[in-house]
């Protein structure tokens, strides 16, 4: 058996992979975050909870209405995004003439909000998914255990990334989004509704991360606090790869799904801080972020 | 971490309104007869709140509705505070109870790191807590006083337990996943202390961040790379969930040994996951016919959960305390919380939820324990019927030798 640094060779890929998938779910839900970013100036505490809402929906679907996985996958989001809609209308778009730091505390406040309510309801352990029946199972990758729903969650996600990233950079929506951004009285003054997109930005980022909770489901206990422990870390992968990019974050969330599983072999204590760690460095090296522009 | 903070707020307001609301009611009666007031500190809205919470608030409630005050000389109050799991907000709480609210028990208050906060204060301020939430054996070990009985469990009679059990049959050599912080390192030193014991040997063990892990897979993955038979967990609620979650996920073949699994967490998990595992309580509700009759009391008032060890516990110490105090008398019970405590250690216990007992010297709670096996879905009638019993231990085996812990109250 051949050795990397020392450990068995089928164990240091098995941690890549697992890096990977991992990573899966920090490009998605830091893409979400970008986008809200980078489209409505709003950083947006809420993603965790609404991360976690997506899961919830998803098993309440199941369990209430007999609605499967691959539906829910689709269907989660858009209750989500829709209940998204409604917080932008009634609450979010109240900010944006206001500083940042407005928009942090009311998103950070609805967090709070929606996870107290869902801790209220559902207890703090939390509740079951299934795998669906035609992802369970694992494939012997010789090197290690493959489950194949770890390997879905990374391809999906992966197709997710990338349907975003094209739309927002190769089409005609995506180039009056990125121009209202720019300027938005000069596109409103083309005749365009600029309000609701920023409407519908809000919720489609808000999508995101129900999406990603929808996947998360099967594997992660399905509990209120799922988002919170998630959403500072990727919070570090956003700022890591530049506020408000979109390819920046999809890169650094695998990159760093990586460096954070390879760390657990070498120092699992240390699993949980490396993350910040590279953000500090990279920080005093590069203050906008790997692929951010700078101010 | 941002979210604690968050936790603070919301909990504070409910243990406060349930506070208010607990003052508030039985108002009347307190002219006429003397009160005795019990304070159940728990975990309302964190971590361990399905594992104690308001399920072991409704249990503390019920003992004092089933011992019947009608005819007593006197009255009781059942006040209510979240701890947060924090250390110092628990001893603030009792502190405040002790002194300014008259409250005479405190029950349940775990925690490990805050029932050794509030079991100092009770010392300190001579009064009597009687607790079910935490795990440490610390409790009734080097770190015991004349003021504080622990309920329930610990972590010797986990480890005994099921730690025991694993390596009687076969389960050898063994490799932990420990949870980062000083109860999971207390759980993983009791276990190995069995399976060596036992002839067994321990490979190693991975210590996981603390509470910000949620994915296990690479920490099994190492473990079942280290060529161990079973895989210990010392760890507790969500990450133990994750853990076996994840090894189902990953087709890992080893034993795992759930060191600290409640029925709660069987719940959650379900029992396509869970089945086939092996778990230690000292408390389930379909054990015997009275279990069962205290689980269709508790039921009425909360209808959706049943009650684990933990939340046994304070029905069971509130029981005994009332029993204290028709010894005693209310005056007498109030005086002096070491000399209270004596006299509830020279009366046996027994009660729905753990059968007769006693309490020893050190302040340990005695009644068997059991281990179980989690059953497959096939065999489940329904929701919560979840366990076998495969084992029983009786209470002389199931804790820790009288001598072995160090406890300075222990007269040899």
């Known amino acids: 058996m051949f050795m990397i640094l020392g450990y068995p060779a089928p164990l240091m890929f098995g941690q890549l992979l697992l890096g990977l998938i991992n990573g899966a779910f920090f490009a998605l839900l830091s893409l979400g975050l970008a986008v809200i970013f980078g489209m409505l100036n709003i950083v947006n505490f809420a993603h965790g909870a609404l991360f976690m809402l997506g899961a919830f929906v998803a098993w309440g679907l199941l369990n209430f209405l007999g609605v499967n996985y691959w539906v829910a996958l689709l269907l989660a989001p858009l209750i989500v995004g829709f209940f998204g809609v409604l917080l932008e209308k009634t609450l979010i778009s109240r900010l944006y003439k206001l500083d940042h730091l407005y928009g942090l505390l009311l998103t950070f406040g609805l967090a709070l909000v929606i996870e107290g309510l869902a801790r209220n309801e559902f207890g703090s352990s939390g509740v079951p998914y299934p795998i669906p029946s035609q992802l369970q199972g694992a494939m012997n990758l010789g090197f290690m255990f493959m489950p194949i729903y770890r390997g879905w969650v990374v391809l999906a996600s992966a197709i997710m990334c990338l349907i975003t990233w094209l739309i927002i950079e190769k089409t005609s929506i995506g180039a009056t989004l990125r121009a209202a951004t720019e300027n938005a009285p000069l596109v409103q003054a083309f005749g365009i509704n600029v309000p609701r997109m920023i409407t519908l930005t809000y919720a489609g980022g808000v999508a995101l991360a129900a999406f990603a909770g929808v996947l998360a489901a099967p594997i992660y206990s399905v509990n209120p606090n799922m988002g919170a422990n998630f959403i500072i870390t990727v919070f570090a992968v956003v700022v890591i790869g530049g506020m408000g990019s979109i390819l920046g974050s999809i890169v650094t969330g695998f990159g760093l799904g990586i460096i954070e599983g390879l760390t657990k072999v070498f120092y699992p204590q240390g699993s949980s801080v490396v993350i910040f760690v590279v953000m500090v460095i990279v920080l005093l090296v590069r203050p906008a972020g790997l692929f951010g522009k700078a101010a | ?410 007269k040899t």
């Not at chain 2, 108002?27 to 005795?36: D, E, L, Y």
């Not at chain 2, 080097?142 to 049959?169: F, P, Q």
């Open chain 2, 1 to 410: 971490m941002v979210h604690p903070s968050a936790l603070n707020r919301r909990s504070l307001l409910t243990g406060t309104a349930a506070l208010a609301a607990a003052t508030a009611l039985p108002g009347r009666a307190r002219a006429q007869k003397p009160v005795i007031r019990i304070g159940v500190l728990t975990d309302l809205a964190g971590l361990y709140q399905d594992i104690v919470g308001p399920v072991a608030v409704e249990a503390a409630k019920l003992a004092v509705d089933d011992y019947g005050l009608a005819s007593k000389g006197y009255t009781v109050e059942v006040l209510v505070a979240d701890h947060q799991n924090k250390p110092d907000v628990g001893a603030g709480l009792a502190r405040q109870w002790y002194d300014r609210d008259g409250v005479d028990v405190i029950v349940e208050g775990g925690s490990s790191g805050v029932a050794l906060a509030v079991s100092a204060v009770a010392k300190d301020k001579n009064k009597v807590y009687l607790t079910s939430g935490p795990a440490t054996s610390d409790l009734t070990g080097k770190l015991c006083n004349a003021n504080t009985v622990h309920w329930a469990y610990d972590t010797y009679m986990l480890g005994r337990s099921t730690g025991g059990a694993l390596a009687a049959s076969g389960g050898d050599p063994w490799f932990f996943i420990t949870a980062d912080y000083a109860f999971g390192h207390a759980l993983q030193r009791d276990v190995s202390g069995f399976v060596t014991a036992a002839g067994g040997k321990v490979l190693g063990h991975i210590a996981t961040p603390f509470p910000a892990t949620t994915d296990f897979s690479s920490f099994l993955l190492q473990a079942q790379a280290s060529g161990a038979k079973v895989i210990g967990l010392a760890n507790a609620g969500g990450d133990t969930i994750n853990c076996i979650k994840q090894a189902k996920e990953f087709g890992i073949k080893q034993t795992l040994g759930g060191l600290l699994v409640f029925i709660s967490d069987i719940h959650s998990l379900g029992l396509e996951v869970a089945q086939g595992l092996a778990c230690t309580e000292s408390f389930y509700w379909d054990l015997n016919d009275r279990t069962r009759a205290f689980s269709a009391r508790l039921r009425k008032r909360v209808p959706e959960r049943r009650a684990g060890m933990a939340q046994a516990g304070p029905y069971s110490a509130v029981t005994h305390y009332l029993k204290g105090v028709d010894a005693m008398g209310v005056a007498e019970i109030k005086k002096d919380g070491a000399a209270t405590i004596a006299r509830l250690k020279a009366i046996p216990t027994d009660d729905d939820c753990f059968g007769p007992g006693s309490i020893r010297q050190d302040g340990r709670k005695m009644h068997p324990s059991y281990l179980f096996k989690v059953k497959k879905p096939s065999e489940s009638k329904g929701p919560w019927d979840y366990y076998n019993v495969i084992a029983t231990t009786p209470s002389e085996q199931a804790f820790r030798p009288l001598n072995d812990g160090g406890c300075s109250l222990v």
